[in-house]
């Protein structure tokens, strides 16, 4: 079993930035592809970005790549999640995911509002 808590969210206005941060327990994420989703009102949860257990290889939704930066600290046991240059359609919950092919563990999620 993996937990995971994120924190970092807040209300923030247009071009600012924001740094996520997913910690876990239960075990090492080492071995796990970790990724941040994001859930706004009436859409469904989407990819933003994950990284590899190694963090030599990231994606990036579409609409994040050069503003969204994905990064990992395995001794830490813990993910970020840098946003620069917010905009309004980021806001949403941003949800932090451990992903293995014998299962996938979820955080509560964490709230980001970007308006002016």
């Known amino acids: 079993q993996v937990q995971l808590v994120e924190s970092g969210g807040g209300l923030v206005q247009p071009g600012e930035s924001l740094r996520l941060s997913c910690a876990a327990s239960g075990r090492s994420i080492f071995s796990f592809r970790m990724g941040w989703y994001r859930q706004a009102p009436g859409k469904q949860r989407e990819l933003v970005a994950n990284i590899i257990y190694g963090a030599t290889s990231a994606n990036y939704a579409d609409s994040v790549k050069g503003r969204f930066t994905i990064s990992r600290d395995n001794a830490k046991n813990t993910v970020y999640l840098q946003m620069d240059s917010l905009k309004p359609e980021d806001t949403a919950v941003y949800y932090c995911?451990?992903?293995?092919?014998?299962?996938?563990?979820w955080g509560q999620g964490t709230q980001v509002t970007v308006s002016s």
């Open positions: 995911n451990a992903f293995l092919i014998t299962g996938s563990y």
